[in-house]
């Protein structure tokens, strides 16, 4: 069964500083990957997404994440988090069940940004 | 007009109350799906539609009771929920298709339940 493991439930970073966020998945064959943002109170905003080709990929608000098959992961980074970017984060795999497509999600990884 | 619009917003109710959540949504797309986010859980997917067929339900208790008249409008029926009902309940959408779903999920801003 697909499955998607944020291991970090919180992560504090300082305004300025880089940002990774782990992200591993279970699936088997090749999977479509997202990572989504939630501010308090909202729904999930798509940050960016993997299908296929180039490994590394480029998302909206400066993100970036890279999909590695071997290690089954597709970590998130941005070079300089802002205090804009305090919010909670998804990582999804996308995968054909029975029927419509579906969406698994991991448990989420809190970003906490000190000024 | 934006993707996925939900209502209400909030919503508290007592355990005999008859409620509805409504998602409607302007993308054009053919899936709409319904998740359940509670504190320290994952987003628990609970119905998917395709072409107002329901695809999938997720083990979802008979309280909890979907229904999707066409392929823009989906509603989510409630009765004699549990405190343990109360979550952030997620209508999203996407374009799926035969030939596999290379799209995302669009969300809507969710309907905070409170069961009293």
């Known amino acids: 069964a697909q499955s998607v493991t944020q291991p970090d439930i919180h992560i504090t970073v300082s305004e300025g500083a880089s940002l990774e966020l782990r992200c591993n998945y279970s699936?088997?064959?090749?999977?479509?990957l997202f990572w989504y943002v939630q501010s308090p109170g909202q729904g999930l905003q798509l940050l960016l997404k993997?299908?296929?080709?180039?490994?590394l990929v480029q998302g909206i608000k400066g993100f970036e994440a890279e999909f590695k098959r071997s290690q089954s992961s597709f970590n998130l980074r941005k070079p300089s988090v802002h205090w804009s970017d305090a919010a909670e984060y998804f990582c999804?795999?996308?995968?054909?069940?029975?029927?419509?497509?579906?969406?698994?999600f991991g448990t989420g990884t809190r970003l906490k940004v000190l000024a | 007009e934006t993707g996925v619009t939900q209502t209400p917003r909030h919503l508290v109710m007592g355990m005999t109350n008859k409620k509805s959540l409504k998602c409607e949504q302007h993308?054009?797309?053919?899936?709409m799906y319904w998740y359940k986010q509670s504190a320290k859980k994952p987003l628990e997917l609970m119905f998917v539609?395709?072409?107002?067929?329901?695809?999938e339900n997720n083990s979802v208790p008979s309280r909890f009771s979907p229904e999707c008249p066409n392929s823009s409008h989906l509603f989510l029926h409630l009765h004699t929920l549990q405190p343990e009902d109360s979550a952030l309940y997620l209508c999203?959408?996407?374009?799926?298709?035969?030939?596999?779903?290379?799209?995302?999920?669009?969300f809507g801003e969710g309907s905070r339940l409170t069961v009293l």
């Open positions: 999203a959408s996407s374009q799926d298709s035969a030939g596999g779903n290379t799209g995302e999920l669009f």
């Open positions: 699936y088997g064959a090749t999977p479509y």
């Open positions: 993997y299908f296929s080709g180039d490994t």
């Open positions: 999804a795999v996308g995968a054909r069940g029975s029927g419509t497509y579906k969406y698994i």
């Open positions: 993308l054009g797309h053919n899936a």
């Open positions: 539609y395709n072409f107002k067929e329901q695809t």
